[in-house]
C-alpha cells in the first residue's frame, strides 16, 4: 500500500468565506486516501496562517520534512499549500526531487505525470492571477476609505472610531510599530503574538495575541 501525507491549512478569513475548515479538509483527505489505496500516516495542519508566505507554518515544514521517496503529499487545494506561484512551483520541484508525489484534491491534479506536472503549473499561474486581482480591487477600496479617514472594516488595532472616522490611539500605534519591526527582523506570527502575550499587551478587545491578529495587524497595514 501506498503512503501519504496529508497537509490542511486555514485562517479565520479562509474558513469564514470558504468553508474549508481544518476538519473538512482532513476528511477530505482521509476519504481520498481509502479511496486510492494509500495509507494515511499523518496530517499536519496550520491553523489560522496565512498562505502568503512560506515562513512562519510549521506544519508544512512537518509535512514535507515526513514526506518521504515513493510517499505523497496530499493536500485540499494547491492555494493551501502556497498563495505564489514562485512558492508552489519552488515546493513541487522539491518534492519531485525528492521522489514525492503532490496531490491537489480540489483540481484533481497530480505531478506523477508529465500531463500532471503541465496542469498543475497552468493552475498555479492563474490561481495568483486571481488573487491578485482581487487584492488589487480590495487594496483600491480600502485605501480610498482610509485617505478620507473612513472606517473601512472592523475598527483595527491602533486606531478608534469616532463619529465613523479612525482615529489614531497612540498606545497601540507603538505596539503595531514594534509588531512590524519583529515581522521585519525575520520573527513568525506565532513568536510575535507569545512575545506580545508575555508582555501583558491585550488585542483590541483585551484578549490573548493569536498568529492569525497578528497577522490581521500586519495586513491592515499594508493598506496603503
Not at 513541487?92 to 503532490?102: F, H, I, P, Q, S
Not at 503595531?176 to 513568536?191: P, Q
Request: proline share 1%; with cysteine; aromatic share 6%.
Amino acid at each position: 500500500m501506498h503512503k501519504a501525507i496529508g497537509y490542511i491549512r486555514v485562517s479565520t478569513q479562509d474558513q469564514a468565506a470558504e468553508g474549508v475548515s481544518l476538519a473538512a479538509q482532513r476528511a477530505k483527505i482521509a476519504a481520498w486516501c481509502a479511496a486510492n489505496d494509500y495509507e494515511l500516516v499523518a496530517v499536519y495542519e496550520d491553523a489560522g496562517i496565512s498562505g502568503g508566505s512560506m515562513t512562519g507554518r510549521d506544519g508544512l515544514k512537518a509535512a514535507l520534512a515526513a514526506a518521504t521517496k515513493s510517499m505523497a503529499l496530499v493536500a485540499y487545494s494547491i492555494s493551501r499549500l502556497a498563495r505564489s506561484t514562485r512558492d508552489m512551483l519552488a515546493l513541487a520541484d522539491g518534492l519531485e526531487a525528492r521522489g514525492v508525489d503532490l496531490v491537489s484534491l480540489t483540481e484533481k491534479i497530480d505531478t506523477t505525470s508529465a500531463a500532471g506536472r503541465m496542469v498543475f503549473r497552468m493552475l498555479a499561474v492563474l490561481s495568483e492571477f486571481e488573487r491578485d486581482q482581487v487584492a488589487e480591487r480590495t487594496k483600491a477600496a480600502l485605501s480610498h476609505k482610509k485617505a478620507k479617514g473612513e472606517k473601512y472594516g472592523p475598527v483595527p488595532f491602533g486606531f478608534r472610531e469616532i463619529e465613523g472616522r479612525l482615529v489614531e490611539v497612540r498606545e497601540e500605534a507603538q505596539v503595531v510599530a514594534k509588531v512590524l519591526a519583529m515581522r521585519e527582523a525575520g520573527h513568525t506570527l506565532r513568536e510575535i503574538a507569545a512575545k506580545l502575550n508575555d508582555n501583558g499587551i491585550q488585542g483590541k478587545k483585551g484578549g490573548l495575541w493569536h498568529a492569525s491578529t497578528v497577522s490581521y495587524v500586519i495586513n491592515r497595514q499594508a493598506v496603503a
